[in-house]
T-cell receptor, first 113, second 112 residues
Framework: NAGVTQTPKFRVLKTGQSMTLLCAQDMNHEYMYWYRQDPGMGLRLIHY???????AKGEVPDGYNVSRLKKQNFLLGLESAAPSQTSVYFC????????????FGNGTRLTVT | KNQVEQSPQSLIILEGKNCTLQ??????????LRWYKQDTGRGPVSLTI?????NTKSNGRYTATLDADTKQSSLHITASQLSDSASYICVVSESGGFKTIFGAGTRLFVKA
């Protein structure tokens, strides 16, 4: 069981470039999430999905898009990267229910110059 | 505004000593509070969950407490080990919705 796998682990982009972050989970979880983690701040929710084919906006969705074409995969896209998007991005998955723990990947460190 | 505040921001202790991390929240309505451990370069991992009716819960050397009246929680680590060096994140979920609020974490350093 790999759990939640994120690729790539590191990436450097120039302002205006685009990229897609990949997240895969093998726990058959219904819910998946994308968070960003910035120094001195708690993790903030970008987008989430409660099932295949569905997505919803979180707390900080601007500048990002997501897709959930398959239950096990959740993709995060940056169409035109900005320096403010320099961050560590975490994907997570969980079973339905507020008492279900989040299972996180090990993050993607993105730098936008 | 719903908030989760943790203290201290960072802490250095000697191996074998105990420590207590604090979490204050203003989230309402309250559903549950969870503590996560995040090792450097890794994603957070759940340690324990506290619901409204629970006061204390232990997971090995970790003991979490919750006072729902004062909206405070603590995480006590007993007989610390070098492997306890990590960030500890307090996370509070709202009832009836999808909102989960993360604290900024306490960075714990355990020295030999």
């Amino acid at each position: 069981n790999a759990g939640v796998t994120q690729t790539p682990k590191f990436r450097v982009l120039k302002t205006g470039q685009s990229m897609t972050l990949l997240c895969a989970q093998d726990m058959n979880h219904e819910y998946m999430y994308w968070y960003r983690q910035d120094p001195g701040m708690g993790l903030r929710l970008i987008h989430y999905s409660v099932g295949e084919g569905t997505t919803a906006k979180g707390e900080v969705p601007d500048g990002y898009n997501v897709s959930r074409l398959k239950k096990q995969n959740f993709l995060l896209g940056l169409e035109s990267a900005a320096p403010s998007q320099t961050s560590v991005y975490f994907c997570a998955s969980s079973k339905p229910g507020q008492e279900s723990p989040l299972h996180f990947g090990n993050g993607t460190r993105l730098t936008v110059t | 505004k719903n908030q989760v505040e943790q203290s201290p921001q960072s802490l250095i202790i000697l191996e074998g000593k105990n420590c207590t991390l604090q979490c204050n929240y203003t989230v309402s309505p309250f559903s549950n509070l969870r503590w996560y451990k995040q090792d450097t370069g890794r994603g957070p991992v759940s340690l324990t969950i506290m619901t409204f009716s629970e006061n204390t819960k232990s997971n090995g050397r970790y003991t979490a407490t919750l006072d729902a009246d004062t909206k405070q929680s603590s995480l006590h680590i007993t007989a610390s080990q070098l492997s306890d060096s990590a960030s500890y994140i307090c996370v509070v979920s709202e009832s009836g919705g999808f909102k989960t609020i993360f604290g900024a974490g306490t960075r714990l350093f355990v020295k030999a």
